[in-house]
């Protein structure tokens, strides 16, 4: 199972780099094209839009994986140290139920994209770029109900203190 985790990790990693390389690539290359050419490929410009969805959900998919999730956490100051265990069990529940209900919508909207047969650019069609929503989302709702779980059980891995 760790092996298969490595391997998933790896495989996250390696598409941020992949996709963030190609952005800069593409956006330097669209660049050279416009102010040394004069012309421009029309595909670059919507490629790059999604390219941003999918850098945002694969760094919250790794985010997630690592607990390292932005967090709003008046309470936790508010409430004494014996109840930090119990508050991050819930929020790992409520995240999990966000993360699955956006998962759910989002396969509804692709469904709708799919029926449409909108086109991104060059023949792409929409929807197969937008595949990354309910797949980074699906991915964090099981994170955190593994953590969640985890925190049942008393074995929850303790969260990472905020970076100054």
Known sequence: MSALLRWLHRIEDGLIVAVLLLMVLLAVAQIILRNFFGTSLVWIEPLLQNAVLWIGLLGAMIASRRDEHIRID??????????????TTVVDLFTAGICLLVAWYSVGFLREEYQYAGDAFANVPSWLLQAIIPVGFS????????????????????????HA
Do not use: D, I, N
């Open 74 to 87: 008046v309470a936790s100051s508010l409430l004494p140290e014996r109840y930090h265990p119990f508050l």
């Open 139 to 162: 991915v964090m709702a099981v994170r955190y109900v593994l953590l969640f779980t985890m925190g049942l059980m008393g074995k929850r891995p303790r969260l990472q203190e905020p």
